[in-house]
């Protein structure tokens, strides 16, 4: 089995910062992205940041600048470091891989975390 495991997520007034962190764990052969994506209340999920195992990266224009997204790839872990946050940044942050497990016969598969809330106060 996969599993994702987020964590770092809080309550934090706007301007602040935040650093969410992500451990991929388990039967994986290989990793080709991890990210991040968001959903608030009454919302779709949202992308908000992507990097692939050769670290490009890809970000949401309303995060462009404030939001950094690195990854440890020796420990299949990803972050994203959060600065100026927005009242508007608000809702639960889901990490994301697509990756390929041991068990595969050459066939990727999309994962995702259980999800912390990220609240940010005005």
């Known amino acids: 089995q996969v599993q994702l495991v987020e964590s770092g997520g809080g309550l934090v007034q706007a301007g602040g910062s935040l650093r969410l962190s992500c451990v991929a764990s388990g039967l994986i052969l290989s990793i080709n992205i991890m990210g991040w994506y968001r959903q608030a209340p009454g919302n779709q999920r949202e992308l908000v940041a992507t990097i692939t195992s050769g670290g490009t990266t890809q970000y949401a224009d309303s995060v462009k600048g404030r939001f950094t997204i690195s990854k440890d790839n020796a420990n299949n872990t990803v972050y994203v470091q959060m600065n100026n946050l927005k009242p508007e940044d608000t809702g639960v942050y889901y990490c994301?891989?697509?990756?390929?497990?041991?068990?595969?016969?050459?066939?990727?598969?999309?994962?995702w975390g259980q999800g912390t809330q990220v609240t940010v106060s005005s």
């Open positions: 994301y891989a697509n990756l390929r497990p041991t068990w595969s016969s050459g066939s990727d598969f999309r994962y």
